[in-house]
């Protein structure tokens, strides 16, 4: 049985950072890019980046892009995604995701098959 456990999440002020972790089990973990996405209330889930295999290989979504890193620990089945220079506007349910295809390397919440339960960051002004 395939589980995500994403943690990290909390409450910070504009301009602050955080440290999201997402263990993964049940799976290998080194067969399949990581990606994460997020969800703010009302709003479809987007993506916000994904980490290749090897753990270098990475691409952002344009509103994250210069102030999220991801990175992977294939020894730890973890994957990490660093947040800091954090707008309100990025208040949202974080997710991690597991694709369908260990070959995708999509920005689609639907090309995307295990998902964990998500954490909930939410930046004050």
């Known amino acids: 049985q395939v589980q995500l456990v994403e943690s990290g999440g909390g409450l910070v002020q504009a301009g602050g950072s955080l440290r999201l972790s997402c263990t993964a089990s049940?799976?290998?973990?080194?067969?399949?890019?990581m990606a994460w996405f997020r969800q703010a209330p009302g709003k479809e889930r987007e993506f916000v980046g994904r980490m290749s295999v090897g753990g270098i290989k990475s691409s952002y979504s344009t509103f994250v892009y210069g102030r999220f890193t991801i990175s992977r620990d294939n020894a730890e089945n973890t994957v990490y995604l660093q947040m800091n220079s954090l707008k309100p506007e990025d208040t949202a349910v974080y997710y991690c995701?597991?694709?369908?295809?260990?070959?995708?390397?999509?920005?689609?919440?639907?090309?995307?098959?295990?998902w964990g339960q998500g954490t909930q960051v939410t930046v004050s002004s």
């Open positions: 049940g799976l290998t973990f080194t067969y399949y890019p």
């Open positions: 995701a597991v694709p369908t295809d260990s070959d995708t390397y999509s920005n689609l919440p639907s090309d995307y098959y295990y």
